[in-house]
């Protein structure tokens, strides 16, 4: 029963994911909630990059993002360092929400 119950949200789950990450970095896209538009704008600013994708999985309410970055600055340092200067730049927001998902991508640069 359970299991029958999942598989449709697992679909529309996947839809969603799909329409926020297929994104570039440069077109912010569609259907972000007030606090994605504000964590997306600092970051697509601060690394310019090929992928950035910034999700609230908190069910909207702001508590808990999922966000994953690529940029030539993250070439060469280590994870740590990485994600460190994500959240330098975030530091601001990161004092209002609970929770942070974070993934980094080093990307060569063009």
Same mark, same amino acid.
């Given at each position: 029963? &359970?299991?029958?119950?999942?598989? *449709?949200?697992? /679909? +529309?789950?996947? !839809?969603?994911?799909?329409?926020?990450? !297929?994104? *570039?970095? /440069?077109?912010?896209?569609?259907?972000?909630?007030?606090?994605? /538009?504000? #964590?997306?704008?600092?970051?697509?600013?601060?690394?310019?990059?090929?992928?950035? $994708?910034? $999700?609230?999985? +908190?069910? %909207?309410?702001? +508590?808990?993002?999922? #966000?994953?970055?690529? !940029? *030539?600055?993250?070439? %060469?340092?280590?994870?740590?360092?990485? @994600? =460190?200067?994500?959240?330098?730049?975030? =530091?601001?927001? #990161?004092?209002? #929400? @609970? %929770? &942070?998902?974070? =993934?980094?991508? *080093?990307?060569?640069?063009?």
């Amino acid at each position: 029963m &359970l299991r029958a119950l999942a598989r *449709p949200l697992a /679909r +529309s789950t996947r !839809s969603t994911l799909a329409r926020v990450y !297929s994104t *570039p970095a /440069r077109e912010q896209p569609a259907g972000l909630g007030e606090g994605e /538009r504000v #964590i997306w704008d600092k970051l697509a600013a601060r690394f310019p990059g090929t992928q950035l $994708q910034v $999700q609230d999985v +908190s069910g %909207g309410c702001g +508590s808990f993002y999922a #966000i994953s970055v690529s !940029s *030539p600055e993250f070439k %060469g340092l280590s994870m740590v360092k990485q @994600h =460190k200067l994500v959240n330098d730049c975030l =530091k601001e927001d #990161i004092k209002g #929400i @609970h %929770g &942070l998902q974070l =993934k980094t991508i *080093p990307e060569d640069a063009a």
